[in-house]
């Protein structure tokens, strides 16, 4: 297959050079000049992108011209507002008609859920004000093959859940996470492009959902990290417990980490 994966960062990369590993052909697209020799190296056509928020490169076309597109860029809603990744996709989507693209895959989040203090899932409300909302619905008005993948908490790698607490006092020990490992999403993603499961909304989330103390612990534990200092808090803290069965029963897909318990670091 040919694929273009806008955004060769913390899951574009590693998903692109798995893709190159699988046979397939594959774009890629970065902000970074420095980036673009890697992505040659490891058998990725690169492209240099950027979005502020209109596309400033004439190469969206070479780019495009691909039949499968990955969108993995961050909405970066806190620094730029919550619109600005809108308008990044709407720019993009002026190139979809005339391009060879026929199928879409979105990495959007599970933030899109409000906490509603109980199991959610893909037939549960979103905001619809949030940023990645607002996209996901851009991109359902194509006349693309477009799959939503909600994904959770993304960890594995560098990415280290309690690397960004220690030594501070948090009082959302008790909060169940829902997270998931890079490597399963990659697999995920690939299983998706492989089988066509298009026109889907998966949420894409570990089955089990260990509390967030735990998970912080185990990590100071085995990577000698600083722990926090977990305090009581004041009133309840709203949560939710994202269920990824739907991913499961329509798929089969097995998990290479059921458990945020078990994840794999560097």
Known sequence: MKISILGCGWL????????????????GSTTSEYKMTYLSAVGIKPFLLKFSPQIESEDIIDFLNSEILIICIPPRAGKYGEDFHAQQIKSLMEYLPSSSIK???YTSSTSVYPDLNREVTERDEVLENHALTKVENLLKSTSKNVTILRCGGLMGGDRIPAKYFTGKTINT?????NYVHQQD???IITMILEQGFWHETFNVVSPIHPIRKEIYLKNCEELALEKPIFEEPAE???FKIISPEKLISRTNYEFLYTNPLDFKYL
Request: charged letters at 15%; proline letters at 10%.
């Open 12 to 27: 574009g990369l590693p998903l692109a050079k798995h893709l190159v590993e699988n046979g397939h052909s594959v774009k």
């Open 103 to 105: 199928s879409i895959i």
């Open 173 to 177: 020990g008790k909060i169940p996470v």
């Open 185 to 187: 999403l990659i697999q």
């Open 236 to 238: 309840e803290i709203p």
